[in-house]
């Protein structure tokens, strides 16, 4: 007992600059770096529908005129979401032969990268780092993530890897959507500036959403069975009392409002869209959905969807992100 009296009181003692992508939210324990955006993940599988072709040597030739009509127009309209909804792989002379996430599971800004990632088909190993002794990353100068090894070369800071990597996997813009870049890069930088701020004061509102959002850091994290128990109860209650912090630093006095304001402000922003980029996903899109992602099936992101109008936006983006691309390590 006394041991694990020692190890939760060294394990809260331990201080460095939290996960914040080059932001600072001053110094908090290395548990809380990790903590301070946990939350949980669901990888839901995306349905695939067939569509069987009917037998019509039954019909007469008029009926067959009118069924190959009706498929047709079936067919037309199968293809048309699909277009809607496609994976954008870049050329296979662009793609990296390696890529390697060091990452939390539960991190947004780690999230942000994946959501890229998946949504361009690049296969990727996962390294699950662990937040108290950063073991995994000593290698590094760097000690926060995401870290991206892309063919050997590092790529840190979440929006600065999606920018670099982009530059070598996607086409250039055409001069027609050039006018699109300010709108885009305002979005983005909505989700680094204030998006992710609200985030931390929701899942640990109270003590069960703390207890759920841990469990779930215990449950996927890279921790020992000793770490996990005391991660578990110790990290809960400290993060209840950080995010009070947490909603004076940002100034927030209701953090489900707070969520919900930011929800319906992006969706405001699509302006009827499917999504910001038009008829697909562009990188804002796919920094607001990677952010959410992991706190989408706990209670917060439940309460989000339930109480705003941003669920069939983030429906669309499940669809077209689709499955996770990663490989094991």
């Known amino acids: ?39 949980s993940t669901t990888n839901n599988s995306n349905s695939r529908h067939r569509w069987f072709s009917p037998l019509l040597d039954s019909f007469s030739k008029n009926s067959a005129q009118v069924v190959s009509l009706g498929l047709a127009g079936v067919v037309a309209s199968v293809a048309t979401a699909a277009s809607v909804y496609a994976k954008e792989p870049p050329p296979a002379e662009v793609m990296p032969k390696e890529v390697v996430l060091y990452q939390y599971e539960a991190c947004p800004f780690c999230n942000k990268v994946k ?13 699950e780092v662990n937040p108290l002794s950063k073991k995994e990353i000593k290698w590094s100068d760097y000690k926060k993530v995401p870290i991206l090894m892309v ?11 999606i920018d670099q990597l982009g530059e070598k996997i996607l086409p250039k813009k055409t ?30 509102r109270n003590t069960s959403e703390a207890l759920e959002s841990f469990d779930y850091i215990t449950s996927n994290g890279n921790f020992s069975f000793t770490e996990k128990i005391t991660v578990k109860y110790a990290g809960a209650a400290a993060m209840y009392f950080v995010s009070k912090n947490l909603k004076k630093k940002y100034n927030i006095t209701d953090e489900r409002a707070a969520l919900y304001e930011a929800a319906e402000t992006w969706v405001d922003a699509l302006n009827g869209r ?26 917060s992101g439940r309460d989000m969807v339930e109480h705003t109008r941003i669920g069939e936006w983030y429906s669309r983006m499940e669809k077209v992100v689709g499955e996770p691309s990663r490989i094991k390590a």
């Open 151 to 161: 063919d050997g070369q590092q790529l840190v800071d979440s929006s600065a890897i």
């Open 175 to 204: 001069k027609a959507s050039v006018a699109d870049e300010d709108e885009e890069t305002k979005w983005r930088r909505w989700v680094d500036n204030h998006l992710v701020h609200v985030l931390s004061p929701n899942i640990y």
């Open 274 to 299: 499917n999504f910001l980029g038009g008829s697909k996903p562009n990188l804002a899109d796919l920094a607001v959905f990677g952010v959410l992602r992991p706190i989408r099936y706990l209670r």
């Open 1 to 39: 007992m006394r041991r694990a009296s020692s190890f939760t009181s060294s394990v809260l003692s331990r201080t460095s600059s939290t996960v914040h992508d080059g932001g600072a939210v001053n110094l908090h324990p290395r548990l809380l770096q990790v903590a301070l955006f946990c939350s």
């Open 115 to 127: 959501a890229f990632l998946d949504y361009y088909d690049i296969p990727y190993k996962v390294v």
